[in-house]
């Protein structure tokens, strides 16, 4: 689930999540995802699989993944 809050001056969207976590073992796909999200003000982590994802969520709790 996603909060969203809305912008009282301009009326846009803000999110509140800002660090998402991608996992997929396919580089590209973790290229396209990560830069697409980043485009739109994200921070994003890449990991190519769900034991180094583990290990990540360990040291560093993000918003989404």
Do not use: F
């Not at 909060?3 to 800002?18: D, H, I, L, M």
């Not at 991608?22 to 739109?40: G, H, N, P, Q, Y």
Request: charged fraction near 25%; aromatic fraction near 6%; hydrophobic fraction near 35%.
């Amino acid at each position: 689930m996603c909060a969203v809050t809305y912008n009282a001056c301009g009326g846009k969207p803000t999110w509140r999540w800002k660090n998402i976590l991608v996992v997929d073992d396919e580089e590209a796909i973790r290229e396209v995802v990560s830069t697409m999200l980043e485009s739109k003000g994200y921070h994003c982590t890449a990991v190519q699989n769900g034991r180094v994802a583990q290990d990540h969520v360990k040291k560093v709790t993000p918003d989404l993944s």
